[in-house]
């Protein structure tokens, strides 16, 4: 299946995070990257099904609330290898997930396993030596 791409176009970077917060949670889509046009304008890249890029790109521009802070927004349902090209040419980096990516999947890796501190034995309680004369008797302590 062909994924699809959503656009929203944002004054400010608050507003933007705003929509792709709101277009995420209200949609299964990957937020794809984002980027800084210059002049203020920032856009926010989505990828999934056609519905459901359709879905989070209108709860993304209604999370906004403010018109003024909202440029454009654009819905692309199957778009072209050319499309895509120049949008990663944009954004700086790839947009488009991998094939088998149908679904966000967190990857957990193993932390290494760590080995136990060795601790020197501890050391025997020191005693105090008992004097003893020369011919191996007690001393007599008085």
Request: hydrophobic share 45%; glycine share 10%.
């Amino acid at each position: 299946m062909k994924l699809s791409l959503g656009v929203i176009e944002t004054y400010g970077l608050t507003a933007a995070i705003q929509a792709a917060d709101a277009a995420c949670k209200s949609a299964s889509v990957t937020l794809l990257g984002y980027k800084k046009i210059g002049a203020g304008l920032v856009n926010v890249f989505l990828g999934g099904e056609i519905s459901a890029v359709k879905s989070a790109v209108d709860s993304g521009v209604a999370a906004v609330g403010q018109p003024t802070f909202i440029r454009g927004r654009l819905v692309i349902a199957r778009p072209g290898e050319r499309v895509v090209a120049l949008l990663n040419d944009l954004a700086g980096n790839a947009l488009t997930p991998s094939a088998d990516d149908d679904a966000v999947k967190p990857t957990v890796t193993a932390a290494p396993a760590a080995k136990p501190e060795e601790t020197p034995p501890p050391a025997a309680e020191a005693k105090p030596a008992r004097a003893e004369n020369r011919a191996g008797g007690k001393k007599d302590q008085k």
